[in-house]
């Protein structure tokens, strides 16, 4: 059974940093490109970066390029997202996901909130 459990979320000030985990299980992690989305209150879903299965092709939404980083650790079959730079509009519910040809699968979030 494919989990994805994310981690890490919680209240930061503006500037201030956060590092999200996504711990894997249940499938192959290392054959798999990764991807973190969000959802802020009252928004829709955003895509926000993915990780290729090696973790040498990154991808950014324009929103959090230069301030995210995405990573992986496949020996712990982890993902993080390090997340710079924080500002309000980055307050959203974080999810891993993982894309197959069958479906997706995603984890039950994690929350950030951004805020003075």
């Known amino acids: 059974e494919v989990q994805l459990v994310e981690s890490g979320g919680g209240l930061v000030q503006p500037g201030g940093s956060l590092r999200l985990s996504c711990a894997a299980s249940g499938f192959t992690f290392d054959d798999y490109a990764m991807s973190w989305v969000r959802q802020a209150p009252g928004k829709g879903l955003e895509w926000v970066s993915i990780i290729s299965w090696r973790g040498d092709s990154l991808y950014y939404a324009e929103s959090v390029k230069g301030r995210f980083t995405i990573s992986r650790d496949n020996a712990k079959n982890t993902l993080y997202l390090q997340m710079n730079s924080l500002r309000s509009e980055d307050t959203a519910v974080y999810y891993c996901?993982?894309?197959?040809?069958?479906?997706?699968?995603w984890g039950q979030g994690t929350r950030v909130t951004v805020s003075s």
């Open positions: 996901t993982l894309d197959t040809v069958a479906r997706d699968y």
